[in-house]
């Protein structure tokens, strides 16, 4: 037997004897994304680590990413099958450097994109996803200076679609920051015909490039919805196989093929085994943290 339908097997009954569920993020390899309950993006699977009924939740994904599934639901043994898999971008703020920056501008807001860790969510009064950044902007109190952290490119499209004043971060993802117009300039002349996808996480001058702006699943959605055939995705390369999945008669192109996150692809079939069958690495957040970043996350999800 393969090794892939082996793995698949062996974890499909440890899922059932631990009464587990798996969470998948969009970016992760095909076969992880194949075994798991539910695919999504991270607004999506935070939803689903509040409402699972599972005594244990598998995630693949990054550790953030983890660490919201353990905030929101507490009850549950939250595994991360490899602790390595971090974000270089949630690394890029700490509580330290945050509690500094809150001293130089009292009263702002903080707004932190779920990619930060526990102690940064606890230190911000509200959370927020590529998904509904704006709509979160948006709700808050047109007198109040905004603190946007980490991400400065998502943080100046939400400004953009907003009109809101906002102070950044400077804080980016490895991975979409290093899309250059070139990229996406060159994917156009292969295929003329197709319509640019980007996230907003990749740089400015990339996303006035792009037909449409949108997270991961806001991409998916377009794709699945639009009567065009053809689609240059400027994302990880990951969503490229729910893309085609979702839609098998439309052609996918990745805006350029290293848009890759080394972090998001540590996840393996064998880890995913050993972690169901250890229930380790788990990710746990110390209860006064918890309490507070679970306000911010919990406002979020008010909101959406
Ligand atoms: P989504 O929120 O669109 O899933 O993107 C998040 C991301 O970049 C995960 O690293
Ligand atoms: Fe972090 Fe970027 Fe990887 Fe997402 S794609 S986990 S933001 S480094």
């Not at 509690?99 to 702002?108: F, I, M, S």
């Not at 085609?244 to 848009?259: S, V």
């Not at 080394?262 to 393996?268: D, E």
Request: glycine share 4%; with cysteine.
């Amino acid at each position: 037997m393969q090794d892939k339908e082996r793995l698949t097997g062996e974890i499909r009954e440890l899922k059932e004897k631990r009464r587990a569920v798996i969470l998948s993020h969009v970016y992760q390899r095909p076969e992880v994304q194949d075994v798991a309950d539910f695919v999504g993006d991270s607004l999506e699977l935070s939803r689903k680590a509040a409402a699972t009924d599972a005594e244990v939740i598998i995630f693949c994904g990054v550790h953030f990413m983890a660490e919201s599934a353990a905030i929101l639901s507490p009850d549950k043994v939250v595994v991360l099958p490899t602790l390595e898999a971090g974000c270089p971008m949630a690394d890029m703020v700490d509580e330290i450097a945050l509690a500094r920056r809150k001293k130089e501008l009292p009263g702002a807001l903080v707004v932190a994109y779920v990619n930060t860790s526990a102690e940064v969510k606890a230190a911000s009064d509200i959370c927020c996803t590529s998904a509904n950044a704006v709509k979160i902007v948006s709700s808050l109190p047109p007198d109040r200076e905004i603190l946007f952290i980490p991400d400065q490119n998502l943080g100046r499209w939400v400004r953009r679609q907003t009109g809101r004043p906002m102070h950044f971060w400077e804080g980016h993802c490895n991975t979409h920051d290093k899309l250059r117009p070139e990229d996406i300039l060159e994917a156009k002349a292969a295929h003329p015909a197709a319509v640019v996808l980007a996230h907003p996480e990749c740089r400015p001058e990339i996303l006035d490039l792009a037909d449409a702006v949108a997270s991961t699943t806001g991409m998916l959605r377009y794709a699945k919805e639009s009567p065009k055939r053809e689609f240059i995705v400027a994302t990880e390369t990951g969503l490229l196989y729910p893309m085609r999945q979702a839609c098998p008669d439309k052609e996918f192109y990745p805006a350029a093929t290293r848009l890759v996150c080394p972090n998001m692809k540590r996840t393996t079939l064998d880890k995913v085994r050993d972690a169901l069958t250890t229930l380790r690495p788990r990710v746990t957040v110390e209860p006064q943290v918890r309490e507070k970043a679970l306000a911010a996350l919990a406002r979020m999800l008010e909101l959406s």
